[in-house]
């Protein structure tokens, strides 16, 4: 039997080129690893919690050949891009009717990146470009699994992580490509990039559109005083849209509480929120801003 192993880690970088590398986006959804052996399939994720229940979708798992382990990340894709807020609603489901609604409504896809027992046989020890092209052929032979290949390149990882971060995705693994396979290990062989950071700001406007909430303004201290900083159009659900136009509505006000030459509808500056963004600019404004939720009070 498939020992549960628990994942590789990878430490924090800066982008950088190397020819030794592999260059994939940095998936934004729940890690998980799936042994599928005599007809059965397992799903674990970091801590080894079992996963299996709360993503019925991957029964489908089980026609894979018997003896395969894989490592990936649980996520919900729209147009491409991994919606971590639209997974974490259905992740944290134990009822099982809702789980079951759930798996058709928000269907999870298995995005993996790496094949650590073929066959039966352990790759552990074998270097990475080996283990992901035995991988890529697996799923290439399996369509049916709602499986996907998490693609890379080699070399150019500078331009690749722009690329990344301006489609929207969390960021970028650097891989060595003779690298082993070390569970629970954390190492320079595996290396995280992302340009995020995240400032909490508070609300001070809003701007609507026929769909429905369009933007928001929001505001930071900076040096000792409050101050706008940015406007969000990004990283909203559609259940987080409704939420914020519903409690927006309640707090309107005349003039905003800050300077700003935005046209919107202003409120009291009474509701917070996490904004995720790249870099402040020369004129103290957020870069790259992105809405990340609300922060209760």
Not at 46 to 65: H, I, K, N, V, W
Not at 218 to 230: D, I, M, T
Request: with cysteine; charged share 25%.
């Amino acid at each position: 039997m498939i020992e549960r192993l628990l994942p590789m880690l990878a430490v924090q970088a800066q982008p950088f080129d190397s020819q030794d590398h592999l260059f994939e986006v940095k998936w934004d959804g729940v890690r998980a690893l799936t042994a599928v052996e005599a007809g059965q399939c397992r799903v674990w994720g970091r801590g080894l919690a079992d996963y299996r229940q709360r993503y019925p979708e991957l029964e489908a798992l089980r026609s894979l050949p018997d003896g395969t382990l894989l490592d990936g990340e649980l996520v919900v894709l729209r147009s491409g891009r991994a919606q971590l807020g639209e997974l974490m609603r259905r992740h944290q489901l134990v009822n099982g009717r809702k789980i079951q609604q759930a798996s058709r409504l928000l269907p999870a896809t298995y995005v993996v990146f790496d094949l650590l027992y073929e066959g039966g046989r352990s790759l552990l020890g074998q270097p990475l470009v080996e283990r992901r092209q035995r991988l890529q052929e697996l799923v290439a032979r399996h369509p049916q699994c709602r499986l996907v290949f998490s693609d890379g390149v080699v070399g150019a990882g500078r331009d690749f992580f722009q690329k990344v971060v301006e489609q929207g995705h969390e960021g970028v693994l650097a891989k060595h490509l003779g690298s082993r396979y070390l569970p629970g290990k954390r190492g320079q062989a595996w290396r995280k990039i992302k340009p995020f950071r995240t400032l909490p700001c508070v609300v001070i406007g809003y701007t609507s559109s026929r769909r429905g909430l369009r933007s928001l303004l929001v505001a930071a201290e900076r040096q000792g005083k409050l101050e706008y900083v940015a406007e969000l159009t990004a990283g909203f659900s559609e259940e987080a849209q409704v939420q914020l136009a519903q409690l927006l509505g309640r707090q309107p006000r005349g003039e905003p509480v800050v300077p700003c030459s935005k046209r919107a509808t202003w409120v009291e500056p009474e509701l917070y929120c996490q904004v995720r963004f790249l870099e402040w600019t020369a004129h103290g404004r957020l870069r790259g801003a992105h809405y990340r939720g609300l922060i209760q009070p």
